[in-house]
């Protein structure tokens, strides 16, 4: 309730510019720390907000609703990086990074590559093993919020010949030589979180900068992607609801042939099975996230909740812009932005035919017995 | 200077939703109507804890009179920064018919029970528009009062206060302790942050009963009806200036 009045005072007059341009706001990011929401799960001992994953979720929803870009950021500095941080961290890097992370330090997290997507662990970047430290070479594709990251958890393979199990994840400052921020996408939606290539040219990384277990780091990212899907759940969610709540006041005021346009049947089903749909999803996401604090399996429901919220919020930001009509399709609306931002829902953070698959693994086993 | 500030927050209607008149004329409608804190009394609160951050206060002590639901206001100004709250338990009649002159008895009786040298409120609320409270609690406990502050700053162990009237700005300064009721330009209200939120839930509110105040609820008006404004007449086009000139005297305007 508080942090919708945030975004509804602070962010939403900002949304159109920063699309336009390609850019958040630094007052935007610089409010989402004074407000304690780039920290959420951080324990308060290191400055952070000391809440539960379910406020994040809560938190991602309701920052979506006015931009699912202010949300993204919020949900992979939450849900990832810190989720990863604290997790795997030893005290030395938890004293290091959670405070700066809670407070004035983005985080970014570099997987994917040109040429690995879905097939993560087909990752080219190496770490190359010299007595104490590592060298760094390769290239990551699609990374987010690499315009103004200061840290960056990178997946790269310190033992080949291993395959997948030779991946780690090494933590490596902005300023480290040889990392070099690449070109920002010019993309469809999700416009004002940047999306970069970021390049490693002979980056040199000492041992201690190791996240957790050197081989272990495929197991990490797996892991940590399961809630961060809960995360872009909640998103998903957040931006459906934000892009409904603004179409339907419209259909009661908008009058054809002497009635409003909500009163005809035709809308009214459409309407309402859209409105049962993001009920759905929203139970779905909950659970999801509640299954998760419990400490019991939630991986399949995770991944349902995730490939089940982008496809309503696919339904809903569609279906909206076809009850506004004409108005709907301009820009001076809020609602084609949503229907753009929506797509990214069904490709980032497990492709919905990797989530399908994960669940239909997960029924298989659970049928073994 | 001042140990302890009373800030008073009233649960009011949101101020972004529509309002509707019951049937029955007798009132608007409340139920599962959007309320949140009155937009004066957020004020009062952020300059009660700016007071506090400067060290110029000890505690900052949030009130608010009504039924269960009010402890949510009650909440927000902790999480805003208030150190405790107390919640005067008024619910029913008593609290469909509660006005300032109730309000004031109880602040004024609180005043001297905590031992407060400040009271801050807003200046009015946006549901009643009475503008009343501030003064009354002045006159009941004869304390100076500024009221419609559009800034506060403390001499010594007197108050200064800009006051906003119809002439411009007025500055007086009065003896502690006093009352203050905060403008709309006294300050910008901060918003929580998660953190103050969290905090917020482990801060104390302690109920109190207006009886164990001694306070008489009763209330000295009755409410006979409510009704809409009426609603906005179609205007009339007209051609020419001569047009517009020419109606303007028909209708005793000019």
């Known amino acids: ?90 005290e030395e890097q938890k004293a290091k990074y959670l405070p700066r992370l809670a407070t004035d330090m983005i985080g970014s997290f570099c997987l994917s590559e040109a040429g690995s997507g879905s097939d993560a662990f087909a ?97 990490y990212a797996i892991g940590m992607l399961n809630g961060g899907r809960i995360g872009i759940a909640a998103q998903m969610l957040g931006l459906a609801q934000g892009c409904f709540d603004h179409a339907v006041p419209y259909t009661r005021q908008r009058m054809q042939f002497g009635k409003r346009i909500f009163d005809f049947q035709g809308l009214q089903h459409q309407i309402a099975y859209v409105a049962t749909q993001l009920e759905a999803a929203r ?40 009850w506004m009509g004409g108005v709907g399709f301009t820009k001076d609306y809020p609602i084609e932005k949503y229907y753009r931002d929506c797509k990214i829902g069904t490709i980032y953070e497990g492709t919905s035919n990797i989530q399908l698959s994960t669940v239909a693994k997960l029924l298989d086993q659970e049928y073994n017995s | 200077m001042a140990a302890r500030v009373l800030v008073g927050v009233k649960r009011v209607i949101d101020y972004a939703v529509k309002i509707r008149v019951k049937p029955d004329n007798t009132g608007v409608v409340t139920d599962g109507v959007k309320h949140s804190m009155n937009p004066f009394c957020e004020i009062a609160v952020e300059e009660a804890v700016r007071l506090k951050e400067k060290k110029l206060v000890k505690e900052v002590v949030a009130v608010s009179c009504g ?34 002159l109730q309000v004031s008895k109880i602040l004024a009786a609180l005043a001297k029970k905590e031992e407060a040298s400040l009271i801050i409120l807003g200046k009015q609320a946006i549901d009643d528009d009475c503008n009343q409270t501030g003064q009354m609690t002045a006159a009941l406990l004869d304390w100076p009062q500024g009221t419609f502050a559009s800034e506060v700053a403390v001499e010594g162990d007197k108050l200064k206060v800009i006051r906003e009237v119809d002439g411009g700005l007025e500055t007086i300064k009065i003896n502690l302790p006093a009352v203050v009721t905060a403008d709309l330009r ?54 020419t200036v001569e047009d517009l000139v020419g109606k303007l005297k028909e209708a005793g305007r000019i």
């Open chain 1, 123 to 219: 990752m080219k970047t190496k770490a190359e093993k010299h007595k104490d430290y590592y060298i760094i070479n390769g290239s990551k594709m699609w990374i987010s919020s690499a315009e103004h990251a200061g840290v960056f958890l990178v997946l790269a393979n310190a033992d080949v010949s291993a395959g997948y199990r030779g991946i780690t994840c090494f933590i490596v400052d902005r300023d480290t030589e040889g990392l070099e921020i690449g070109k920002k996408e010019n993309k469809l939606g999700l416009r004002a979180s940047s999306t970069c290539a970021v390049n490693f040219d002979n980056v040199k990384v000492h041992e201690k900068n190791i996240l957790g277990k050197v081989g272990q780091g495929y197991k």
């Open chain 2, 67 to 100: 039924p269960q639901q009010v402890q949510e206001t009650i909440r927000t100004a902790l999480a805003m920064g208030a150190d405790r709250g107390i919640h005067v338990e008024v619910s029913g009649k008593d609290y469909d018919s509660l006005g300032p």
């Open chain 1, 1 to 90: 309730g508080l942090q919708l009045k945030y975004a509804q005072e602070r962010v939403a007059p900002l949304v159109s510019e920063m699309d336009e341009n390609s850019s958040m706001a630094d007052e935007v990011i610089k409010s989402l720390f004074e407000l304690g929401l780039m920290g959420i799960e951080i324990s308060t001992e290191y400055g952070g907000t000391g809440s539960s994953f379910f406020s994040s979720v809560l938190v991602i929803e309701e920052l979506a609703k006015v931009d699912p870009s202010v949300a993204v950021l919020c949900d992979i500095q939450n849900t990832l990086i810190n989720t990863l941080m604290s997790n795997l961290g030893t």
């Open chain 1, 283 to 322: 139970l779905l996401t909950y659970n999801a996230a509640r299954l998760k604090e419990a400490g019991r399996p939630f991986v399949k429901e995770a991944c349902m909740s995730k490939y089940f919220a982008a496809e309503v919020a696919t339904l809903t930001t569609s279906k909206c812009i076809e």
């Open chain 2, 186 to 239: 006294l300050n910008t209200p901060r918003y929580a942050t998660l953190p103050n939120i969290m905090k917020a839930k482990k801060k104390k509110i302690t109920n109190v009963k207006p009886g164990d105040l001694g306070v008489d609820l009763t209330s000295r008006l009755e409410v006979l009806r409510v009704d809409e404004p009426p609603q906005r007449q179609a205007g009339v086009k007209v051609e």
